[in-house]
C-alpha cells in the first residue's frame, strides 16, 4: 500500500518561500508519478506540479514559475519549493501518487487528479503578516 506523508507547511509572511516535502513508501514498483495538489479557500482543487519516476517534471501553466518540483536523495521523496508566497497561496497542499507514467503527458495528471488513487494527509501553509 502506497502511503504519502507531506511537511513543511506553516505560517510565513508574503514574499517569503517555503519547501514543502511528500515522503512516499510502499510502490510495489519503480513506474509512478507523484503530483502536487493544493486547496485553497473559495477554490476547488488545483493541480501544481507532476514528477515521474524517470525524472520527468510538468506544472500547470497557472502555477508555473514560482513553484519548482525536485526529487530527493532519500527513498522516495518529492519537494515543492514555493518562492514568492501571497495570500492567494493559503490552503492545504496534498500530494497524491498514482503508478505509472502516463499521467505525465500533456500533464494530464493535473487535469485529472481523480485518477490519483493514493493521497497523503495534506500540510497546511498559511502566508500573513
Known amino acids: 500500500q502506497v502511503q504519502l506523508v507531506e511537511s513543511g507547511g506553516g505560517l510565513v509572511q508574503p514574499g517569503g518561500s517555503l519547501r514543502l516535502s511528500c515522503s512516499a513508501s510502499g510502490f510495489a514498483h519503480g513506474q509512478w508519478t507523484i503530483g502536487w495538489f493544493r486547496q485553497v479557500p473559495g477554490k476547488g482543487r488545483e493541480g501544481i506540479s507532476l514528477i515521474s519516476s524517470d525524472g520527468r517534471t510538468h506544472y500547470s501553466a497557472v502555477m508555473k514559475g514560482r513553484f519548482t518540483v525536485s526529487r530527493g536523495e532519500a527513498g522516495i521523496t518529492v519537494h515543492l519549493q514555493i518562492n514568492g508566497l501571497n495570500a492567494e497561496d493559503t490552503g492545504a497542499y496534498f500530494c497524491?501518487?498514482?503508478?505509472?507514467?502516463?499521467?505525465?503527458?500533456?500533464?494530464?495528471?493535473?487535469?485529472?487528479?481523480?485518477?490519483?488513487?493514493?493521497w497523503g494527509q495534506g500540510t497546511q501553509v498559511t502566508v500573513s503578516s
Open positions: 497524491a501518487a498514482e503508478y505509472g507514467l502516463g499521467y505525465m503527458a500533456d500533464g494530464w495528471g493535473l487535469r485529472h487528479p481523480d485518477e490519483f488513487d493514493y
